[in-house]
């Protein structure tokens, strides 16, 4: 896996200061993409064990209160492992709360193993391609009124979409 960039303190994308890591690689192609450089797997650096503790001790300061993984696409790096575990290593040292954004919707990546197992690990998920037409600077932690902020781990457990209240 390749990661664009780490924002440290980051407010823009979920409730609260946030550390936030932009993946390399998606497969969408949105018309009007905000981060079109993102999209080619081999942008940015790639991840190693050595970013990946250097993030965990980032987010493990008291005032970041949550993660966020976008991109890209974080739901299509899918062809190793690097995600994953470090989903699993954010709940398991930190417990912090993890938000995802995907243009993948909920109810595809349930059906995707790897994807779904991936999800599994997240609090919240901003899914839905980002469509231009639909753009709205208006609205909380998206860019688009189709898109939907989802209660991941309720929506698991019932196998229905819930949306966060508030956004």
Not at 3 to 9: L, S, T
Request: glycine share 8%.
């Amino acid at each position: 896996m390749n990661y664009a960039q780490i924002r440290k303190y980051d407010t823009a994308n979920g409730p609260g200061i946030r550390t936030s890591l932009f993946v390399s690689g998606c497969t969408h192609n949105c018309q009007g993409c905000f981060n079109h450089d993102y999209m080619k797997f081999n942008y940015g650096m790639p991840w190693s064990s050595a970013i990946e503790n250097e993030f965990l001790e980032m987010i493990k300061e008291d005032q970041i209160k949550g993660i966020t993984i976008l991109g890209g696409e974080p739901m299509d790096q899918v062809q190793d492992d690097s995600l994953l575990n470090l989903l699993k290593r954010i709940k398991n040292e930190t417990g912090k709360n993890i938000w995802l954004y995907s243009g993948y919707t909920f109810e595809q990546i349930v059906t995707h193993e790897q994807r779904k197992e991936m999800l599994t690990f997240c609090d919240a998920l901003v899914d839905g391609l980002f469509v231009e037409e639909l753009k709205n600077l208006k609205l909380k932690f998206k860019g688009s009124s189709n898109q939907r902020i989802i209660d991941v781990q309720t929506s698991l457990a019932n196998g229905e979409v819930h949306e966060l209240e508030g956004y």
